[in-house]
C-alpha cells in the first residue's frame, strides 16, 4: 500500500480536493491518501515550501508527496517529479521544492501523462494519476525529459557580522508565531544580549512558551531548530504586527 499525501492551497469547501482523491483511487484503489495541509494561502508558493519541507521527512520512506500550489497552471511553467533516495515529489515546477531540492542532488523529470488535460486543474488532471501511476510503479507512463535547472525561490540565509546575526521571519504560523531563518546552530544563548523585531527588544530565550509572559513577546528554539519570535496564549503577528519579510536582529554580548 502507497502512501500519498496531498498539499494544496484548495481549502475543503470545494470538490477540488476530492476530485484528486477520486482520481488516484480510480487509478490505484490500495492508496492511503493523507491529507498534509488544504490551507496554504491561495497561491503562496513560498508557505507551501515551507509547509512542506516541515513534514516530508517525518513519512515511510517511498511516500509519493503531491503539492499543488500552483499559480501559473495553465502557462509555461513544467509539472514535475522530483525523486531524492527516500521520497517522490510531485507538482508545479515553480520553486515549491526549493527545500528539497536544496538537499543533496535529487533527479528532477517532466512528468509526461500523455493526454490533454484541463488549462486550470493540473491537480486533479495532471498531478494526481501522475502520483497513483508512480504507486503502481508505472514509472514509463509519467516520467518525461530531464529537468536540469528546477525553478528554486530565493532562500537567502541570515548575515553574521561582529555584533550579532540579522536574518528575517520567513513564516508566520497558525498560532501568530513568527518563524525565523536563524538556525540554533547559528547562536548561542549565553551570548545573546538581545534580540530586536519590529522596534520591539526582547532579552533572550526561553525554553517553553509556558516560561514566556503573558503578553509578551519572548524568542525560543522551535520544533524546526530555527529562532521563532511568539507571544503565550497568543498570537505575534495579531498583537505586535510582525510578518514575514520583517528583519530580526539578534545581538551578542
Known amino acids: ?11 475543503m469547501r470545494d470538490s477540488y480536493v476530492a476530485s484528486m482523491k ?6 490505484d484503489p490500495s492508496a492511503n491518501i493523507v491529507d498534509a495541509s488544504h490551507g496554504i494561502p491561495a497561491h503562496d508558493v513560498r508557505f507551501a515550501a515551507f509547509v512542506l519541507n516541515g513534514y516530508y521527512r517525518y513519512f515511510p520512506k517511498s511516500t509519493i508527496h503531491v503539492v499543488v500550489v500552483d499559480p501559473g497552471v495553465g502557462g509555461p511553467r513544467s509539472g514535475m517529479v522530483v525523486e531524492t533516495k527516500g521520497y ?14 536544496r538537499e543533496g542532488h535529487p533527479a ?29 510503479k508505472r514509472d514509463s507512463m509519467v516520467i518525461g525529459k530531464r529537468i536540469k535547472s528546477p525553478v528554486l525561490i530565493d532562500a537567502s540565509g541570515p ?16 498560532f501568530g508565531n513568527a518563524i525565523t531563518n536563524i538556525s540554533s546552530g547559528a547562536i548561542r544563548a549565553d551570548r545573546i544580549l538581545g534580540i530586536v523585531v519590529k522596534g ?15 503578553g509578551t513577546l519572548c524568542s525560543l528554539i522551535d520544533s524546526f531548530d530555527l529562532l521563532e519570535i511568539a507571544v ?11 510578518d514575514r519579510g520583517d528583519r530580526v536582529r539578534v545581538v551578542w554580548k
Open 200 to 214: 520591539h527588544r526582547i532579552k533572550g530565550l526561553v525554553g517553553t512558551y509556558e516560561q514566556c509572559s503573558a
Open 88 to 101: 517522490l515529489f510531485i507538482g508545479p515546477d515553480n520553486g515549491v521544492f526549493t527545500h528539497v531540492l
Open 232 to 242: 503565550s496564549a497568543g498570537s505575534a503577528h495579531e498583537r505586535f504586527g510582525i
Open 159 to 174: 548575515s553574521v557580522g561582529r555584533g550579532g546575526i540579522t536574518g528575517e521571519v520567513i513564516h508566520i504560523d497558525g
Open 108 to 136: 528532477c523529470h517532466e512528468i509526461d501523462i500523455g493526454r490533454t488535460v484541463s488549462g486550470t486543474f493540473h491537480g486533479r488532471d495532471v498531478f494526481a494519476p501522475a502520483a497513483a501511476r508512480l504507486s503502481l
Open 22 to 27: 477520486g482520481v488516484i483511487l480510480g487509478i
Open 1 to 11: 500500500m502507497s502512501i500519498i499525501t496531498l498539499c494544496t492551497d484548495f481549502g
